[in-house]
């Protein structure tokens, strides 16, 4: 059972251009929403990450969008590079001291020039 | 700040095989977290050590087992190989708190 679910599993985008992702959750005891990018041959690092009492974070190009009510969030990448190309993944982490983080099956994110 | 060093960065067993991989921490840092990757799966936790004591468990058998030394260094075995045991093992270190580094990780091919 995937507590976290993630879309499109793969996404193309002119260099330039805004790539989404969205991830939804069922879990209401998720408390930290981070999302982290993998290039191949190294592990995951972390990108941005949002609590739950925040509907939006912005850090340089990268946003997270944030519905509690809905139980969903998103990655915006504005201005999407060729060197944004990666697989991205969002997470969930269960507060009250659990720490498994919770894994969205992963978008691979391709910026064509 | 050295980053989260995992070793061997690949590794080739025979089923039925047991194996060790190793993680050092970034500095400071006393937990360290387990992952399995895998196409099928995705990222799985395994579990999780914090000053030598396991503290949380994912849902895999008992061939899968840990331990963390005093220096926050942290081991992790998989005995009696099976092909599906085939993955890139990450590690990940944080200190208090959700900032999860991740190593590069130990591809484990199994033949």
């Known amino acids: 059972q995937q507590q976290v679910k993630q879309s499109p599993q793969s996404l193309i985008v002119q260099k330039g251009g805004i790539s989404i992702i969205n991830c939804a959750y069922e879990n209401t005891a998720f408390d930290y929403f981070p999302w982290y990018q993998q290039f191949p041959g190294k592990g995951p690092a972390l990108l941005i990450a949002?609590?739950?009492?925040?509907s939006e974070k912005k850090e340089g190009r990268f946003t997270i969008s944030f519905n509690k009510s809905a139980k969903q969030f998103s990655l915006h990448i504005m201005d999407s590079q060729p060197g944004d190309s990666a697989t991205y993944f969002c997470a969930a982490l269960l507060g009250a001291g659990a720490n498994n983080l919770f894994f969205g099956t992963g978008t691979r994110l391709t910026v064509i020039p | 700040k050295a980053g989260v060093t995992q070793t061997p960065r690949y590794l080739i067993k025979t089923r039925g095989q047991q194996v060790t991989l190793s993680c050092s921490p970034i500095?400071?840092?006393?937990?360290v977290s387990w992952y399995q990757q895998t196409p099928g799966q995705g990222l799985q936790f395994l579990f999780e050590y914090f000053s030598e004591t396991q503290r949380n468990k994912g849902n895999f058998p008992g061939r899968f087992s840990g331990r963390q030394f005093s220096n926050s260094r942290s081991e992790m075995n998989v005995s009696t190989l099976e092909l599906g045991d085939s993955a890139l093992y990450l590690c990940a270190s944080s200190p208090p708190g959700p900032t999860y580094t991740f190593g590069s990780g130990t591809r484990l091919t199994v033949v």
């Open positions: 500095s400071g840092h006393r937990s």
């Open positions: 949002i609590r739950p009492d925040v």
